[in-house]
């Protein structure tokens, strides 16, 4: 079945560093690749997302970029302030099938001034 | 436009008591979802809705755990009686049809003591 790998959390970074966030997935065809992310004591909130393939998700200074080559969907930041502080998901919605997502088990950012 | 709403945010109840929880999706939003959040991990389906069908329930531990969703609008997830292993996050989520983006409640934040 598809599932979905994250790097291991927690991550510490200082203020202004850049992030990587590694994900990998397995899926049959073209699934659709999102990021979430979750603030303390929140909901997930939709961050970017990725339809097809050397596709780039962007938002809010963060980006991710579809590799089919490599099933990858890694989420870099060129400068991560404290306020990014929050838990980061990477997801899939298999071809066709929105019904369904599979969740990544979530990585932890900690930003320290 | 309101986001999804679910409540109470938080509940604190004694072991083999019953616990209901309630979530408004986002307006026109005709697939509803209910997630179980375990700390440190990414949300797990539950129930999944089309307007006021379930049409994915295989995860749903259904000796103690019901849904429902009358209407085909707000929908309400019950456990009778909880158990200590039922703490969690519970996560409410909404999708307009044919589209790719799962849109997140708060959450219900239950405390089995």
């Known amino acids: 079945g598809d599932s979905v790998t994250q790097m291991e959390g927690p991550v510490t970074l200082s203020e202004e560093a850049f992030l990587t966030i590694n ?8 699934p659709s690749l999102f990021w979430y992310v979750q603030y303390p004591g929140e909901g997930l909130q939709l961050l970017l997302k990725a339809t097809k393939a050397d596709d780039k998700g962007s938002n809010k200074g ?23 502080s929050a838990v980061y998901f990477c997801a899939l919605t298999p071809s066709g099938g929105y019904q369904k997502v599979t969740f990544g088990t979530g990585t932890k950012l900690q930003v320290i001034p | 436009e309101a986001g999804v709403v679910q409540s109470p945010r938080y509940k604190i109840i004694e072991k083999k008591q019953p616990v209901a929880f309630w979530c408004n999706p ?10 179980l959040q375990n700390l440190g991990q990414g949300p797990e389906l539950l129930i999944r809705y089309e307007n006021e069908e379930a049409v994915d ?57």
Do not use: M
């Open chain 1, 23 to 30: 994900c990998t997935y397995t899926a049959t065809g073209y």
């Open chain 2, 26 to 35: 986002i307006s026109g939003h005709n697939t509803l979802y209910w997630y």
């Open chain 1, 62 to 84: 963060f980006e991710a970029t579809y590799r089919k080559e490599t099933t990858s969907f890694h989420l870099e930041k060129g400068s991560v302030q404290v306020s990014d």
């Open chain 2, 57 to 113: 329930d295989s995860q749903l531990p259904k000796d103690r755990f019901s849904a429902e969703r009358l209407k085909g609008v707000d929908s309400t997830l019950k456990i009778q009686p909880a158990e200590l292993g039922d703490s969690a996050v519970y996560l409410c989520a909404s999708r307009s049809q044919g589209t790719d983006t799962q849109y997140f409640g708060p959450g219900t934040r239950l405390t089995v003591l």
